[in-house]
């Protein structure tokens, strides 16, 4: 346990592995925002999540190709994967609202497929990444060092949520999209165009992705078979943080990406991943013995 | 069911009429079969491996083809797609010998896929030159079929090794003070290569203070930095293919870590050079082959000169990938050459007694199949560009030791 040998010799390694996580978190935070909002209104679990990152990354990269700064990325993937989003909805997704499960993951299961594909052929199966040319933050004497690039994702990624919620809050859109969620039947009769409702779901969600995507690009690398360890990363977050809790989502994935970090250190970063797949299983056993309480009074 | 049969029965007599029935040998070629990469996760390098090929094929007939006994053989190569698949590349192998009746197979893009086909061209007893496979797996197996042109995975970093202890020494530090980092990917391939940097870490009684596996989707190693810059090694060596690349030159710029020497392989396939212009400055990296390097043969003549005929055919330079690719083929020839026979068994025999220079780099096979004769390179990026520095025999610029502090750049 040599590792934790340094994290006592240094216990300012552990404010880095902290920070340097939350940042990260905010990332995967918004990415599973967009999945909750889908999975929440129309029921369908988006498995094209990490896809929808994915097309965000290969957006800003075009657009880093034409010499334009990065950061223009975050809102023209957003425009481009909102209408990608839109369009998918009378093609595809709209055959699937209100059919079970098992056909929604394995629709969406063949839309990531096809952008994966879609991706290798026009962008090839090389590993792209965008340098923002930003520099890094020292901290306590250069031992904590966060990038700018990271600060900035994290900024972004809250500011994008924010939008979202005050847009769900208090537009008409994001009243009908919440009226939906609640009872779609209802939503109906009371006037509300519910398809169009769906199509505008899934479009933000799409243009969520994307936003995360151009975000990634910056901080860390793209090629066409990334895409799974952020649907996974997503759903994890969702499953934790539970439907309809908006807050509980920021939190889980901001807390996801610290423990993730710290894990990595501590335990090796071949245990990453596996540490986080422990976590969530011990979150939902966790939960489940905490339902089973209040079952009892019902049984 | 009877339905069912002659639906069946109809399809393969159309796919036969089709012209999908073994492809005829004209009689005055030589036919080599392989099955590349075109498509999924490797089509890049697919496409390099092919375009290795081809320009060997192309200039070879140019220069009148081979000449096997008192016959002039032209040279002519069926490929197959395997979509970056291992099951389809075995399948693809299969129908090659099979269907397509070649005697001779070039080898698949990666490790994997090779270690896929080797067992179908062994049962069959098909001669099967390769440039792409480096994992020292394939040959710990007894294959008598297989043969590599490339140095093998776990030759990649050890020079890096080497390089350090060396450059320790003219210091004036004693190399078992040194401490080593290491990170790498945990697939056959990155293994291979910390199996070599581990045994001459030991050889030279260095010590190893982190030793991380690296998960397969990896994109964040910044763990791993933070423990490299509270433990301060001398050497920190990184594999996990372009991503790995990607990945360690940005971090490590990012975070601003400080080590000595940093060695890491996939380099050139991640374009560091390109994507991060100085932030890749004085990091080493593994190489097959350069271009700068003085080996020469009758066909391509020097290494300098396979580049530029290659940047005039495909418009782009060469990556190692296509020169040993080109290097695969060249072997073939000669060995056919001096069989005297085109019969598989002799030319295996051939091949197993094979020492020559190329511009790819001399090549001798061991009892196992692999290339004992070349040594890896490695390059330092300097001015942004990547420079050869060892081994020294071959190298043109100078080590720049140790890197400098990010502080001080």
Request: aromatic share 10%; net charge positive; charged share 20%.
């Amino acid at each position: 346990m040599d590792n934790i040998q340094i994290l006592l010799a240094e216990p300012v390694v552990l404010v880095d592995l902290l920070l340097n996580g939350l940042l990260v978190g905010a990332i995967f935070a918004l990415a599973a925002y967009g999945m909750a909002l889908v999975w929440g209104v129309m029921n369908i679990i988006n498995v094209a999540q990490g896809e929808f990152v994915l097309l965000g990354g290969y957006v800003t990269l075009v657009l880093a190709g034409q010499g334009m700064n990065p950061l223009w990325g975050v809102p023209v993937a957003a425009l481009v994967l909102f209408a990608i989003g839109w369009g998918l909805y009378p093609v595809l997704i709209k055959r699937i609202v209100g059919r079970d499960l098992f056909t929604s993951i394995l629709a969406t299961f063949g839309i990531s497929i096809l952008i994966q594909q879609l991706c290798n052929q026009v962008f090839g199966a090389d590993v792209q990444t965008v340098d923002t040319g930003l520099g890094s933050l020292l901290l306590f004497d250069g031992r904590v060092v966060v990038s700018y690039a990271k600060l900035l994702a994290f900024g972004l990624a809250m500011w994008v949520g924010l939008v979202l919620w005050m847009g769900l809050r208090f537009t008409r859109m994001g009243r009908a999209i919440r009226a939906t969620a609640q009872n779609a039947r209802a939503a109906r009769v009371l006037g509300v165009d519910t398809g169009r409702v769906y199509a505008a779901t899934y479009a933000v969600n799409a243009a969520v992705c994307g936003a995360a995507g151009a975000l990634v690009v910056m901080i860390w690398t793209i090629h066409p078979y990334i895409g799974l360890p952020y649907t996974v990363r997503s759903f994890m977050v969702v499953v934790v943080a539970g439907l309809g809790n908006l807050p509980g989502v920021v939190i889980a994935g901001l807390g996801l990406g610290a423990a993730e970090n710290t894990a990595g250190f501590l335990l090796g970063a071949e245990y990453q991943v596996a540490f986080v797949f422990l976590l969530m299983v011990a979150i939902l056993i966790w939960r489940n013995w905490r339902l089973s309480k209040d079952r009892k009074v019902l049984r | 069911m009877q339905n069912f049969k002659s639906i069946i029965a109809g399809c393969l007599v159309a796919s036969a009429s089709l012209g999908l029935a073994p492809a005829t040998q004209a009689a005055d070629e030589i036919v080599l079969g392989a099955a590349i990469s075109t498509t999924g996760k490797y089509s890049t390098n697919g496409k390099h491996t092919q375009n290795g090929y081809d320009l060997a094929v192309k200039r070879i007939n140019e220069a009148g083809g081979v000449k096997v006994g008192d016959t002039v053989y032209k040279l002519r190569i069926i490929y197959y797609d395997d979509e970056s698949t291992p099951a389809r590349g075995a399948q693809l192998a299969d129908r090659l010998i099979n269907q397509d009746g070649v005697k001779f197979l070039l080898g698949p893009y990666s490790s994997g896929l090779t270690k896929a086909i080797a067992p179908v061209t062994e049962k069959h007893k098909i001669p099967m030159v390769e440039g792409n496979g480096a994992s020292r797996s394939l040959f710990t197996q007894g294959y008598k079929y297989l043969f590599a042109v490339l140095s093998t995975s776990e030759q990649y970093l050890s020079s890096a090794i080497d390089l350090a202890a060396e450059s320790a020494k003219a210091a004036g530090k004693d190399p078992k003070t040194l401490k080593v980092a290491m990170a790498f990917e945990n697939d056959p391939f990155s293994q291979d290569v910390r199996a070599g940097v581990v045994d001459d870490a030991k050889r030279h009684g260095m010590k190893i203070v982190i030793d991380d596996k690296l998960p397969k989707d990896l994109s964040d190693m910044s763990a791993t930095l933070t423990k490299v810059r509270a433990l301060r090694p001398d050497v920190l060596v990184i594999s996990g293919h372009a991503r790995g690349a990607a990945t360690a030159v940005r971090q490590i710029a990012e975070m601003k870590i400080d080590v000595p020497i940093v060695a890491m392989t996939h380099c050139d396939s991640a374009d560091v050079i390109g994507k991060f212009k100085d932030k890749a400055e004085f990091t080493l990296c593994a190489s097959q082959w350069d271009r700068s390097l003085t080996y020469r043969d009758n066909l391509f003549g020097t290494a300098e000169e396979y580049a530029q005929l290659f940047e005039k055919e495909y418009g782009y330079k060469p990556p190692y990938q296509a020169a040993e690719s080109s290097a695969a083929v060249m072997t073939f020839v000669d060995a056919f050459t001096r069989a005297k026979s085109l019969d598989t068994g002799k030319v295996r025999d051939a091949l197993a007694a094979t020492e020559f220079q190329t511009f790819y780099g001399n090549i001798k096979f061991d009892e196992t199949g692999k290339n004992i004769a070349k040594p890896m390179v490695l390059y330092q990026v300097l001015g942004g560009e990547y420079k050869v520095v060892a081994p020294t025999k071959w190298a043109s610029e100078k080590l720049v030791y140790p890197r400098p502090k990010w502080s001080e750049r």
